[in-house]
C-alpha cells in the first residue's frame, strides 16, 4: 500500500489548501498518552501527517498515525485498555511458570494483553502488515528511505541504535517484509518489564536483541530535514514529553531501586534539548511530568491526553511556516552553498541520523 506524496507548493502551503507535515515523537512509557491529544490537535487545525519517526510509546503512536487511525479513535482503544494487563504481560508470564506464584496471579491479576496482538490487530484494521505496506512513492526521497514510519530501538547485543526499516538490510533482512507490529513492540520493550525482541541470526553472530528505544536519546527533530539545497515542502514537528523531578527521598529497597533506574534512562532521552534555536521553534514541549514513565495504574488519562492537545493548540497558534523556513533553513541553504566547492552537486544521502530527506 505504497502513498504518494506530491509536492506543495509555497503559495500552497501558505493558503491552506494542503497542510501537511512530518513528526518526530518521543517516548515517555504511560506519558506517550500525550502524543494523542496531539494528534487530536493536529487533525483539528487539518494537518496531515506523512511521515513518523519514534521510540517507544512514540513509535505505537506514529504506527497509529500512519493507519488511519482517528485520534478519537485512539484514545478509545487505550480508555478501553488495561494498562496494568498491558504493560505487565511479560512479567505475568514469567511469574506464571512458578508453581508457587503462578496460582496467585491467576486468582488476584487480570488477564495479560499481549502488547504484539493488540498492536497488529489495529494496524491490520488500518491494511497495514508489514514495513512493504507502509511504502511511499516519492522520487526526491531515496528509496532505501522512502517510509512513512521509522522505529528507533537499542540492539543491546551489538551496542547501537536501530531506525527500522532502514537498518534491517544490517542484518540481512528485506525491510518490506518485515513485520511493523513487532518493530513497534521491539521499540516498546523497557528492560525487565517487557522481553527483548530478537532481530536477525543470533547465532550466527549477525543477530540482535531489541529493546526500548527510548533509553537512549531519541530521534534529531532534523531526522526528516532534506540537503539537497532545496526548500521544504512541508514542516517537521517534534514532541518532547517533559518528566518530573527527580524525587528527593531516601535510599530505596533493590526493587525502587530498578524501578529508579528505568524511569531515570526513560526521562533522560527527554530531557535532552534541541540542538539549535531553529530546532526549537519547532519543538512542541508538553508538561505531563506529574506522571510516572511506569505509572501503570494512571488515575486520569483523560489529563494527559488534554495536555498534549493544549500543548499542540499553543504551539500551532504562535507557528509561521514561512518565518521559519525564511529564518532557519534558508540560512542553512546559505551556509551550505558558500562552504560547498562551485564545482560539487548537492547529493541526497543519509548522514547518521538519518537526516537528509525531503520534506
Do not use: N
Request: hydrophobic letters at 40%; glycine letters at 10%.
Amino acid at each position: 500500500m505504497a502513498v504518494t506524496t506530491e509536492p506543495a507548493s509555497p503559495d500552497t502551503r501558505a493558503t491552506g489548501d494542503v497542510r501537511r507535515c512530518d513528526l518526530v515523537l518521543g517516548g515517555g512509557g504511560v506519558r506517550g498518552l500525550a502524543h494523542i491529544g496531539a494528534a487530536m490537535s493536529l487533525e483539528e487545525h487539518g494537518f496531515e501527517v506523512v511521515r513518523v519517526a519514534g521510540a517507544s510509546a512514540g513509535a505505537l503512536m506514529g504506527a497509529f498515525l500512519v493507519a488511519g487511525v482517528p485520534a478519537t479513535e485512539a484514545a478509545a482503544r487505550f480508555e478501553g485498555l488495561d494498562l496494568r494487563a498491558f504493560a505487565l504481560s511479560d512479567v505475568l508470564g514469567r511469574l506464571s511458570t512458578k508453581r508457587a506464584i503462578g496460582g496467585i496471579i491467576d486468582r488476584f491479576t487480570a488477564d495479560p494483553v499481549d502488547p504484539l496482538e493488540w498492536i497488529r490487530e489495529v494496524l491490520e484494521e488500518g491494511g497495514i502488515a508489514t514495513f512493504g505496506d507502509v511504502r511511499l512513492t516519492d522520487d526526491e526521497i531515496p528509496p532505501e528511505l522512502r517510509y512513512r514510519l521509522v522505529v528507533r530501538c537499542l540492539d543491546v547485543v551489538q551496542r547501537r541504535v536501530v531506525r527500522l526499516p532502514w537498518d534491517y538490510d544490517r542484518y540481512g533482512l528485506e525491510p518490506d517484509e518485515q513485520s511493523v507490529a513487532e518493530a513497534i513492540r521491539a521499540s516498546m520493550s523497557i528492560p525487565f518489564v517487557y522481553d527483548p525482541v530478537p532481530i536477525g541470526e543470533l547465532e550466527a553472530g549477525s543477530g540482535g536483541l531489541l529493546v526500548d528505544g527510548g533509553l537512549t536519546s531519541g530521534f534529531p527533530v532534523s531526522i526528516f530535514d532534506r540537503t539537497d539545497d532545496r526548500p521544504p515542502r512541508w514542516p517537521t514537528f517534534g514532541i518532547r514529553l517533559l518528566a518530573r523531578e527527580p524525587p528527593r527521598s531516601e535510599l530505596p529497597d533493590d526493587a525502587a531501586t530498578v524501578r529508579m533506574i528505568l524511569e531515570a534512562l526513560l526521562d533522560a532521552s527527554d530531557l535532552l534539548e534541541p540542538l539549535t534555536a531553529c530546532d526549537e521553534r519547532r519543538t512542541v514541549r508538553i508538561d505531563v511530568s506529574e506522571v510516572g514513565a511506569l505509572e501503570v495504574d494512571l488515575g486520569d488519562a483523560e489529563d494527559v491526553v488534554s495536555r498534549g492537545r493544549d500543548a499542540m493548540d499553543a504551539f500551532l497558534a504562535e507557528w509561521d511556516d514561512d518565518a521559519y523556513c525564511a529564518e532557519c533553513r534558508q540560512a542553512d541553504l546559505t551556509r551550505r552553498a558558500a562552504a560547498r566547492p562551485a564545482s560539487s552537486d548537492a547529493a541526497l544521502q543519509p548522514g547518521a541520523d538519518g537526516s537528509a530527506h525531503p520534506s
